[in-house]
């Protein structure tokens, strides 16, 4: 067992697969532990991780407990998966980090499509905006945010603009991020960029209730050449991630069509904006 081991919650989950098994054929720990040619405190220790599950020793208890072979092989996969990460020893954004290589995925893309819930799009977000959003204690974001808003502008006035529909909720049109001044600015700006030729701002009104992803923020990037699948970005203050699956995608795109159906159109969505814009 590796020194000062924690159990991670994959490993907790394994460990649950472990019970579930043996409670299905009615074992006790000794019974099991005999059949299998474990002792019952090695068995309880993997039941309750607190030491890891070798992979060898899920697919003794899978052979002994008759369990269907796809599913003691997944268990092994997981207890696999939680070894190479331990055996990493160093977080996965220390290898490969989402947040900032954003901005050089966005320099490539055809479109982008984002939903915001609680803020205006990173992209179209000014200065101050940014500055207010990150409370000046977070310069690392910061400057991220700061780069794609700045791979944003040479896309918008090069030849070949990138396409960028946008929604988010009209909370944010008026939640006062930096105070009135900054707020105005924003909203302002964003009226300027709304007139672009390739850019599609919707607005999803307070009257349309609860809506689709209005928990969880996703900018969704294509790109184009055919080996290229898309790409869908999300973020928390704890981490960021790229997911890439078809099957994903699949799920992100149904979000949004249905997103599109709440939203306002765009000369609606402007005016709305216009209007708060005016009561600031």
């Known amino acids: 067992m590796p020194k000062d081991f924690r159990a991670t919650a994959l490993e907790r989950a394994v460990g649950r697969k472990l019970v579930k098994w043996r409670d299905e054929r009615d074992l006790s720990l000794v019974e099991a532990g005999s059949r299998v040619g474990f002792s019952s405190a090695k068995l309880s220790m993997m039941e309750n991780a607190i030491q890891p599950s070798a992979v060898i020793d899920i697919m003794a208890l899978g052979y002994v407990y008759k369990v269907p072979t796809p599913e003691w092989q997944f268990v092994m996969s997981q207890a696999q998966h939680a070894a190479d990460l331990r055996a990493l020893r160093q977080p996965q954004a220390a290898i490969f980090d989402p947040a900032e290589d954003f901005p050089l995925l966005l320099a490539d893309a055809t479109q982008l499509r984002t939903c915001a819930t609680d803020m205006v799009p990173a992209i179209f977000q000014l200065a101050d905006y940014t500055t207010a959003t990150t409370q000046r204690n977070d310069p690392a974001r910061a400057a991220q945010l700061s780069r794609a808003r700045e791979t944003w502008a040479t896309r918008s006035s090069g030849d070949d603009p990138l396409a960028v529909e946008a929604m988010f909720p009209e909370a944010v049109l008026r939640q006062v991020v930096g105070g009135r001044r900054v707020l105005k600015a924003q909203l302002l700006h964003l009226m300027e960029v709304s007139e672009l030729p390739k850019v599609s701002l919707r607005v999803v009104p307070h009257s349309a ?69 005016t009561c600031i």
Not at 229 to 244: A, H, I, S
Not at 263 to 272: C, H, I, N, R, V
């Open 209 to 277: 209730g609860a809506y689709p992803a209005m928990s969880c923020p996703v900018t969704w990037l294509s790109f184009p050449h055919r080996q290229h699948n898309d790409v869908v970005y999300t973020e928390t203050f704890l981490r960021t991630e790229y997911v890439e699956t078809h099957s994903q995608i699949g799920r992100v795109a149904e979000r949004f069509s249905a997103l599109r159906t709440l939203a306002l159109d765009e000369a609606e969505s402007l005016e709305l904006i216009a209007e708060a814009a």
